[in-house]
């Protein structure tokens, strides 16, 4: 891949697997979703630190090969590197029966992108007085999914035909909403104002993934109820009886990235992220104090 655009690039990448969202797809018996969603969750890793995607590339590990379900992951994997304008250069497929179980496989990407040195997004320049905004989530995207099995599959003895009139969907229909992609509002956001710091929020919710993004000194406010949470995270705290803190420790709670600016370009960044199509929320502050995160997950 040539770099020539960039004087100084730095290469930034990010492995990840779907984990075992893997197993509704399984049984509903549909496998683009997962695809996209590996692509999707990989991009968003490395944008966080201002990085346009260059190439990705997958590894399958399945006991047998299944063409219905390779063609279906290959699909969704192709769509996702259209979305976010990146290479599909290649993959493994390695057909392993000692260790898979017939009619399972995992899904691993790994991606590259680059990003010039001198605008590497590392969160250093969060201050007392920065803006938190939210971009809202398509739901659960890929994490927690070993508690939803638990809840609706175990607990409740839900299938994934099980129609939820909560939902308007069915089961498996509302849990393989795919994961949202978020590299071309943000690539797009970069260009109008800078952006001190942006924490895509997956394992460890708001709490973990916002706290990872700010220098000591700086306490993130996030403020409850300032934007919209999905169907599917009421209901399932609802049926398994969880609580709350544990609630925004697992799941996203409908915001899937949070992006950290100066209060004087908040106006700039909401038009533009509106305009990339993004729910925007403006859902807390940064504030002087030991270094954490405030107001959710405590």
Known sequence: ??????????LVSSTDSVGTKLKVAFKVGRHDTVGFD?????????????????FFLDYIGISKVEPAAIEGIVTGLAAGCREIGCALIGGEIAELSDIYT???YDLVGTIV???????????E??????????LGSAGLHTNGFSLVRRILFDRCGYDVDTYIPDLSATVGE????????????????????????????????????VLRILPDGCLADIRKRTWEIPPIFPFLQAKGDVEETE???????GVGMVVVLAPDTVDAALASLNASGESTFLIGEVVAGEKGVQGVGS
């Not at 590996?38 to 260059?54: F, M, R, T, Y």
């Not at 992108?113 to 969160?123: F, H, L, P, Q, S």
Request: glycine share 12%; aromatic share 6%.
């Open 113 to 123: 992108g680059a990003v010039e040195k001198a605008d590497v997004i590392t969160g």
């Open 1 to 10: 891949f040539a770099l020539k655009s960039y004087q100084e690039p730095v």
């Open 174 to 209: 509302a849990l393989l909403v795919s994961h949202k992609s978020y590299v071309r509002s943000i690539l797009e956001l970069r260009k109008v104002c800078e952006i001190k710091g942006i924490a895509h929020i997956t394992g460890g919710g708001l709490p973990a993934n």
């Open 125 to 134: 320049k969060i201050t007392p007085g920065d803006q938190l905004i939210g």
């Open 38 to 54: 590996i692509v999707s969750h990989c991009g968003n890793d490395i944008v966080v630190q201002g990085a346009e995607p260059l």
């Open 102 to 104: 017939l009619g399972e």
């Open 247 to 253: 609630m925004y420790r697992v799941f996203n709670m």
